[in-house]
């Protein structure tokens, strides 16, 4: 495996950091194929959660991108560059390209981006990602890989552009990095990082293994004992280091994802299209599970933690969103003000405007194939009774 190290480190030196960290390129990679269903019904299958304004005015998939700008900016306190980033990659499934669309024009800066036929998880999107990365470089570069998904929230700006830039430092050695979360709490909706070895003097430490979700008294174990940390999901790794790892541990994702990026087409609006039928013969596998857990299993694959103390909550779950949102002293906290209302299926209500200010109410119904014919009006200024499921069935209910 293609990899840069220094002396010291777990892995064998070939050169200096600093100069490989100055002539690599960065490239920003935006994980977006996620349908979020967990946030059912705020987020969908077709309009998930990265798309929807969930922890403010912006959806996550803007935020994501400013967040990137703000931490690669040269004029930072960490800023370990002076050159910008690659634009943008965003990799999203073709049936959520046009509300991709949307939200990135909402950005109104150049982004990439690159569409697969089928969700196939983050291990392929992330190698696909590495494939269009490594073409669209000079000779002898070897990009280095941000990955983020779209839809995880970070309160402190400041200190996720230092642990990104960390990150960045040990990726340019040829570890696989990750951005840990040193834990809170003792969580059972996380996956967790076992750490070992600390590196240098920021908090690094070498990956000992993936675990996968605990039960609650595991979870306080691990919460006790300070080795664990929270698996963000965020990764900083050289494309070659990449394709290397997933080419060991998982040959058919790596070959179905060659064979889709050879054969891929470029439309008007600039968005690459994978090649349908070889990314369909994919096998679906995330990151964690491809290659992360052959950590501590398989010497040739390398782990780096960094520690990302900054407000970061995956958002995933409503019991996720309550833990990042400022809550009333009933512990509630108010997603959005008068924006929607679930009803729930056979509840009698009526839809009215009691205030002044003009509003559009607009009711739709979700599950199956509802028509004008399945709406039960037990009153109707309208006279539209004739069209009612209560008026074909004769029903005298009122």
């Known amino acids: 495996m293609n990899r840069i190290v220094e002396p010291g480190y777990p892995l064998a030196p070939q050169a200096g950091t600093a100069a490989a960290l100055r002539e690599l390129t960065v490239q920003p990679v935006i994980l977006a194929s996620g349908s979020g269903t967990r946030l059912w019904p705020l987020s969908r299958e077709r309009n998930p959660k990265q798309r929807s304004g969930l922890m403010g005015d912006q959806s996550q998939l803007e935020a994501t991108l400013r967040r990137l700008d703000d931490a690669f900016d040269p004029a930072a306190p960490d800023a370990t560059r002076t050159t910008p980033p690659a634009v943008p990659l ?34 392929p999107a992330l190698t696909v990602a590495a494939l269009a990365a490594r073409a669209s470089v000079a000779a002898g570069d070897d990009p280095i890989l941000v990955a983020l998904p779209a839809d995880h929230p970070i309160a402190d700006q400041a200190a996720f552009g230092a642990a990104l830039n960390e990150a960045l430092a040990h990726a340019a050695r040829g570890a696989i990095v990750t951005l840990g979360v040193p834990p809170q709490r003792a969580a059972t909706g996380y996956s967790y990082i076992r750490t070992a070895a600390a590196l240098g003097n ?179 200024r309208y006279g539209r009774e004739h069209g009612s499921a209560r008026a074909r069935h004769g029903s005298s209910d009122g």
């Open 202 to 380: 920021r908090g690094a430490r070498t990956i000992e293994r993936f675990v996968e979700k605990p039960d609650a008294e595991l979870a306080e174990r691990y919460l006790a004992s300070g080795e664990y940390w929270w698996n963000s999901g965020m990764f900083v790794v050289r494309a070659s280091v990449w394709l290397d790892a997933i080419g060991l541990c998982r040959p058919l994702i790596a070959a179905a994802c060659k064979d889709a990026f050879r054969g891929a087409s470029i439309d008007d609006a600039g968005a690459l299209h994978l090649a349908r039928d070889a990314f369909a013969a994919c096998p679906s596998d995330s990151v964690d599970y491809a290659v992360m857990e052959r950590m501590g299993t398989d010497a040739r694959l390398v782990g780096v933690t960094v520690p990302l103390d900054a407000g970061w909550s995956d958002t995933g779950a409503w019991d996720s969103v309550w833990g990042a949102s400022s809550k009333d002293g009933d512990e509630r906290f108010l997603l959005s003000e008068n924006q929607s209302t679930l009803i729930p299926p056979g509840v009698r209500h009526r839809l009215e405007n009691a205030g002044k200010t003009p509003l559009e109410i607009i009711e739709a119904h979700s599950g199956g194939d509802p028509g004008e014919d399945d709406i039960v009006r037990f009153d109707d």
């Open 90 to 123: 965003v990799v999203c499934c073709e049936e959520l390209r046009l509300p991709t669309l949307e939200r990135v024009e909402q950005y109104r800066k150049p982004v990439r981006i690159l569409l697969e036929p089928m969700a196939r998880n983050t291990a």
